[in-house]
């Protein structure tokens, strides 16, 4: 009977061995799938590029953002959010992805998203293949033939604003006409002078000023960032 019992015992220790064996490497495996990644995000117009698409459950994300475009974009996913990031700024947002999942992204920038600026990221699973954007597409405007002009007779300030346009003057007469703009917005903005002048996209605080030659008539003036001319930063200039 005595045997019988020792017998039992060791086999009982040995099974024990045996499932600690197995459990160690389970553990190991379960912390290898958790952990800190950083993921590199590119924002031009209009699209994401990320260096790395899906993660394990459990990890724990560091999105690092750069705005390499020409105008105000951000980038939201899980809630959470950058601030308007302007040109070459960089932003970063941490994420911990506890579950299994697909979970999109978008920049929130109005119309940003409907061009192009959104996707799917994986969390334990494969993400959906990126599609090429279709139907609604940016606009790409063209500088016109230069008329530049020297010793301006008239000097016309421009304040730009979310979303209009201040000018010191809607009338001018005919002749070499400077425009000092400065944007005194939250976002970029720019002044084109449509078929003259197409003014760079300044970051807030900037400033530029340029001269043109302008004979009578209506100029008509708007701002080029996407959606900005339907919120209200378009008008006329009258040339006398």
Same mark, same amino acid.
């Given at each position: 009977m005595k045997r019988v019992r020792? &017998?039992?015992?060791?086999?009982?220790?040995?099974?024990?061995?045996?499932?600690?064996?197995? &459990?160690?490497?389970?553990? &190991?495996?379960?912390?290898?799938?958790?952990?800190?990644?950083t993921i590199k995000v590119t924002a031009t117009e209009f699209k994401f590029a990320l260096s790395k698409r899906s993660v394990a459950a459990g990890t724990t994300v560091i999105f690092k953002v750069t705005n390499k475009g020409k105008v105000t974009h951000d980038f939201k996913i899980f809630g959470k959010k950058t601030p308007l990031l302007q040109p070459g700024k960089t932003a970063t947002?941490?994420?911990?992805?506890?579950?299994?999942?697909?979970?999109?992204?978008?920049?929130?920038?109005?119309?940003?998203a409907k061009l192009g600026m959104k996707g799917t990221f994986g969390v334990g699973v494969k993400p959906p293949p990126i599609t090429s954007t279709t139907g609604t597409t940016a606009t790409t405007t063209t500088t016109p033939p230069p008329t530049s002009c020297a010793n301006p007779s008239t000097t016309v300030t421009v304040g730009m604003f979310e979303y209009r346009y201040v000018l010191s003057q809607t009338s001018v007469p005919a002749g070499c006409i400077q425009f000092a703009i400065t944007n005194r917005g939250l976002e970029t903005h720019n002044f084109d002078l449509a078929g003259v002048k197409q003014g760079a996209i300044l970051a807030p605080g900037g400033t530029e000023t340029w001269a043109v030659q302008l004979a009578a008539g209506s100029k008509l003036y708007q701002c080029d960032v996407p959606f900005h001319a339907d919120r209200g930063m378009v008008g006329t200039l009258t040339v006398t």
């Open positions: 020792l &017998a039992l015992v060791l086999l009982t220790l040995g099974v024990s061995g045996v499932a600690t064996a197995f &459990a160690i490497p389970a553990i &190991a495996a379960l912390a290898s799938a958790s952990g800190t990644v947002v941490k994420v911990v992805f506890k579950k299994k999942g697909r979970y999109g992204y978008l920049c929130t920038v109005l119309g940003h």
